[in-house]
């Protein structure tokens, strides 16, 4: 089955330092990769969707400055949340898909800010 | 503006019981998901559908194309069914963007 492993699990960075989060892919070939962001509200705020074969898209609210994204193969992605401060704070989550298929998503990283 | 509009936000559920949630959306759809998140954060997997309807043991999702909804039947809900449930709708054209409902919070009770 398609499963994608994400990680950290939890992290807590100072406010200003920035950190990295990863997303695998296995079982099938990740031709999209999404990522988002749960606000304390619940809701899903898409960052950017990459997909293989075309540039990266970052919603509005969202740069490249501040969310580096990486997306070198089809198994694999990055992000990194770089200074982050208080609004930053929220799940992290990744979703990966394959051609005309569902995505599958990781089990998020959770980002406390102090 | 919000293209997945999700209702009701919050549905509590005696034991054995059963009820609907649904999504209207205000765009053309080519696909739905509908993912349960547990405690832990994780989203899981419930349906994909491109039309149609599809069943897994007591839970039972539709999705209309054509009238712009989708919904997700539970029945004789356990308690272990407790947790918020989203849908997501993949929007038409040559992008692959999940765009998310508000939520559904679902509590069964004894």
């Known amino acids: 089955g398609a499963l994608v492993y994400q990680y950290p699990r939890r992290t807590i960075c100072k406010s200003g330092t920035s950190m990295r989060m990863e997303c695998q892919a296995v079982?099938?070939?990740?031709?999209?990769v999404a990522w988002y962001r749960q606000s304390p509200q619940k809701t899903f705020e898409l960052i950017a969707l990459s997909t293989v074969n075309s540039a990266i898209k970052y919603e509005q609210n969202f740069t490249q400055e501040k969310f580096p994204i990486s997306h070198p193969n089809l198994s694999f992605s990055s992000m990194t949340v770089l200074n982050a401060y208080l609004e930053d704070r929220g799940l992290y989550l990744c979703?990966?898909?394959?051609?005309?298929?569902?995505?599958?998503f990781g089990s998020g990283t959770r980002l406390l800010v102090i | 503006g919000d293209q997945v509009e999700q209702s009701p936000s919050a549905l509590s559920l005696h034991e054995g019981t059963g009820s609907a949630l649904r999504c209207n959306f205000t765009t053309t759809m080519r696909a739905v998901q509908w993912f349960q998140q547990n405690s832990r954060g994780s989203l899981i997997n419930l349906f994909y559908l491109a039309s149609g309807t599809k069943e897994n043991g007591r839970l039972k999702s539709t999705f209309n194309s054509k009238e712009s909804y989708s919904t997700l039947h539970i029945r004789d809900a356990q308690l272990e069914d407790s947790g918020t449930y989203f849908c997501?709708?993949?929007?038409?054209?040559?992008?692959?963007?999940?765009?998310f409902g508000q939520g559904t919070v679902l509590s069964v009770i004894p």
């Open positions: 079982g099938f070939q990740a031709t999209s």
């Open positions: 997501a709708a993949l929007t038409t054209g040559g992008n692959n963007k999940l765009t």
């Open positions: 979703g990966a898909r394959r051609e005309n298929s569902d995505y599958t």
